[in-house]
């Protein structure tokens, strides 16, 4: 799952990015309003973490902007303490959730995989599909209850994948939300093409799909 951190503390936005990246997700990272918005507006990120406060544009104005523009994707508003009235502007904006400074990242961590879990229709933190299971709070991943070792690209794609079980995932959407904005796509992009000779990938299938498990020839590209 890719993520944005648009904050303009360097040492937050590092700690915030450092956390995330620690925890199995992908992440951009923008220190201004302008240049956060433009990522929102042109990247897929399937959630993002917005300060309020920001240079060039605040925050509550950058996500108005998504919204009206049709961007869905869940926000997370970094609101300062004792601004409740930050906190009434950012829902109001279309915030799915804020977090008040100073916070601990463990919050920000449970909080962002309830919006994820959220988004993609998921109610519990254990993800399953056929005899996989992963537990988005420890990145555990069971086959048929044996915990098996996984790289941190083979986990990043698992996670994906078992967020959108049910639905199709096409390659591009694999690019776009397994690499973040400084990978080079189109160097990787063949190598998705050869991994699935069919045009999709039907992520409800994701076990076998990977089979077999877990040195698949999918996995063995991306590792
Ligand atoms: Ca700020």
Redesign the pocket.
């Known amino acids: 799952m890719r993520l944005l951190v648009i904050?303009?503390?360097p040492d937050?936005n590092r700690q915030l990015a450092t956390a995330l990246t620690d925890a199995g997700y992908v992440v951009d990272r923008a220190f201004d309003g302008e240049e956060g918005h433009y990522l929102g507006e042109t990247e897929p990120y399937d959630a993002v973490i917005l300060?309020?406060?920001?240079?060039k544009a605040d925050g509550i104005s950058v996500l108005e902007n998504w919204r009206r523009a049709g961007r869905a994707m869940p926000v997370l508003i970094?609101t300062a303490r004792d601004r409740w009235s930050d906190k009434v502007q950012g829902f109001d904006a279309g915030a799915d959730d804020y977090v008040a400074k100073p916070f601990h990242l463990e919050e920000i961590l449970a909080r962002i995989r309830a919006l994820l879990r959220r988004s993609t229709g998921h109610a519990q933190s254990e993800l399953t599909c056929g005899p996989v299971s992963l537990d988005t709070r420890t990145g555990r991943v069971c086959v048929s209850g044996n915990p098996i070792k996984m790289t941190s690209h083979e986990y990043r794609l698992l996670a994906y994948l078992m967020h959108h079980t049910g639905r199709v995932v096409s390659r591009t959407e694999l690019v776009e939300h397994l690499y973040d904005q400084d990978f080079d796509r189109d160097r990787r992009r063949p190598a998705l093409d050869r991994a699935f000779p069919q045009n999709m990938i039907p992520s409800e299938k994701t076990h076998s799909a990977v089979g077999p498990w877990p040195k698949g020839k999918l996995f063995g590209i991306l590792r």
């Open positions: 904050e303009d503390d937050l300060d309020i406060g920001l240079p970094l």
